[in-house]
Each structure stands twice: as structure tokens, then as C-alpha cells.
């Protein structure tokens, strides 16, 4: 498992990088177990929420895109969990947008819909294929993204909860 994790770890920085152009800025990660989130007041979440709260006030973060609160995935929906959490910890006014990856969309009432301006359809298909080890089964048995949703959409849709 320890050897998953790793992979998994260089494979988001690999993604990150191609994505960005740069190796300068690298992913930061919580140590949360895959399909174990940490639940909402125990110490890990809230060490969690400490830290995020505390390099968005340094980093000057006024937005989390994060995937969706509904999403059927446990660790999906508890980082919107944390996104919203840090949200209320930190000491300057951030907004939270939702993805959906495996859920439908949000109720159109509490939420309003952001595009996000277009980016290469080949680059985010060269930054998604850095994750080897969900695309083929070159690390072994496991999850695989289906080929359907290997297809990388020129635009996101970001969900923002209205009145904020």
C-alpha cells in the first residue's frame, strides 16, 4: 500500500507540473487514507483545517475549487467537507466551488453554475495521463477510470452556492 501511495503522489506532482508548466509549485498532502477520511470534528480533521486555514491566509487564497459535497465517493465529499470548513476558519473571505465527478448536478436553486475559460483539451488529457496507476493496470488490481471519462472537456463547471 505504502508503494501505491507513492506512485500515486508522484503521479498528481507529474500532473500538476504538466499542467502548470513548472515543477515549482508542488501538491501538499494531508496523510489522509484513501477511502478513510478524516470525519468532521475528530483531531485529524481539524489539525486539517488548521493548516489549510493557515496557508490560505498566507497565500492569500480567496478560492477552493474542490470536488462536489454530494458526490458518492466518501473522501470526494469529505473534501468538500474540509473546503468548507477552511473556508469558515480562515480569516479572509474565500469561495468554495464545486465539481461533480461522479454525481449529477447540484440543485439549480441553491447553487449557480460557473464556467471556467477554456483550456486545451490535449494538455488536461496529457496532465490526466500522468496517473498511470488509474488508467492502466501497470500498479496492479484496482481502480481504473472508465475510458468515458478520459475524455478532458475544453471548459470545468464550477458550482457556487448562491448568496455568496
Known sequence: MQRLICVRRR???????????????RPFHLGWKD???AAPGSSKFDRSVMTLASFCV???????AVTARHEPHCDHAAAAELAY????????????????????RP???????????????????YALQAHRSQLTASHGHGFRL??????MAARDTLFVERGI
Not at 503521479?11 to 509549485?25: D, K, P, Q, V
Not at 440543485?107 to 488529457?125: C, H, Q, T
Request: hydrophobic share 40%; proline share 6%.
Open 11 to 25: 503521479e498528481g506532482a507529474g500532473a500538476l507540473s504538466r499542467l502548470t508548466g513548472s515543477r515549482r509549485n
Open 58 to 64: 498566507r497565500l492569500r487564497v480567496d478560492a477552493i
Open 107 to 125: 440543485e439549480p436553486r441553491r447553487y449557480r453554475a460557473i464556467r471556467s475559460d477554456a483550456m486545451s483539451p490535449g494538455l488536461r488529457r
Open 146 to 151: 472508465p475510458k468515458a471519462m478520459q475524455r
Open 85 to 104: 470548513a477552511v473556508k469558515g476558519r480562515a480569516k479572509r473571505r474565500i469561495v468554495v466551488a464545486e465539481y461533480c465527478v461522479w454525481a449529477d
Open 35 to 37: 477511502a478513510a477520511p
